[in-house]
């Protein structure tokens, strides 16, 4: 009886071949003689093998290191459109005028010798001037000169020495701070003062319209955020978003700008920037959001 409970407990390692031959000599032996184990043996014999535990398989497999693929792509042109816009609003930064309040010092009228013609000679801190001309009231045309330097200029040694006189009736220093022009010459168009070079306030305007169809156009993607129009809605959102950053990150909270057609095109490519950026990050939030659900249910 001890043997055929050590070969009842050897039928089943038998059954599937794992036994060394001195086991299997053994046990063959015994079952010659013991009809009760042949009967266990043969009872072995005719049961099911237990089923295969399911794995993943290999396709299964490539398509979740598909998706990590995406993942870590989409994450690194996220990095990149991020540093791009970065770069953009420090460059504006580094770019900005800042306008000298006054002619002195700054600023002094020359005559050529033998033509008799006049220049502007500047200061060695002086990076940038521009002149505009309006017409005067007393026929002729008034100027404007605005002088400035930046930190980009100053960084990189770039000055400015001289330039030709503008010509004119009457020309004046343009301090752009929203006080009164400084007459350098000329016949002054307004002798009591109030001749002031004011600030474009376009950008107001364009920040104004891009808060208003970031509202517009949100609202409707939360309406209709179970349709795919809402996906598509939603996406155009960030278009205004990103202006609206890309206003925040090159001039902070003024909308003022003396040089518009600077600013607005330093604004539009950080928003450039920031619109892919945005659009990658709304990705990855929803498809992080999609992994957390079924988690949640």
């Known amino acids: 009886m ?44 005719a049961e099911p093998l237990p089923p295969e535990e399911k794995t993943e398989t290999a396709p299964e497999l490539e398509s979740v290191r598909r998706k990590l ?13 991020l540093a791009l816009a970065l770069a953009a609003a420090l460059f504006a930064r580094l770019t900005e005028r800042h306008y000298f309040p006054e002619p002195k ?6 005559s050529e010798p033998g033509s008799g013609g006049k220049v502007l000679r500047f200061a060695g801190n002086v990076t940038g001037a521009e002149v505009s001309y309006q017409k005067a009231e007393g026929g002729g045309s008034a100027v404007f000169l605005s002088v400035w330097w930046t930190e980009w200029d100053r960084l990189f040694g770039n000055t400015l020495s001289e330039m030709p006189a503008p010509a004119g009736s009457t020309v004046y220093f343009s301090p752009n701070n929203g006080t009164d022009d400084i007459l350098l010459w000329g016949q002054d168009q307004a002798p009591g003062g109030g001749v002031i070079s004011l600030p474009r306030l376009a950008l107001a305007y364009y920040a104004a319209l891009a808060l208003a ?24 959102a960030l ?12 001039l902070g909270f003024s909308t003022v700008s003396y040089s518009l057609e600077r600013d607005l095109a330093l604004i539009l490519v950080t928003a450039l920037f920031l619109y892919p950026a ?15 659900l079924p988690e949640a249910l």
């Open 69 to 81: 693929r995406r993942q870590r792509r989409r994450t690194a042109a996220l990095a990149v459109c």
């Open 239 to 250: 278009a205004p978003a990103a202006y609206l950053l890309g206003e925040l990150l090159t």
């Open 2 to 45: 001890r043997e055929c409970g050590i070969v009842r407990d050897l039928l089943p390692l038998y059954q599937e071949g794992m036994l060394s031959p001195d086991s299997v000599e053994f046990l063959e032996e015994h079952l010659k003689t013991c009809p009760a184990c042949r009967a266990e043996r043969e009872k072995l014999a």
């Open 105 to 110: 010092g700054v600023v002094s009228v020359v």
């Open 278 to 292: 945005l659009l990658l990050a709304d990705e990855l939030w929803a498809e992080r959001r999609r992994r957390k």
């Open 213 to 236: 169809a970031l509202a517009a156009l949100s609202l409707l993607a939360l309406a209709l955020r179970r349709r795919k129009s809402g996906l598509w809605l939603r996406r155009a």
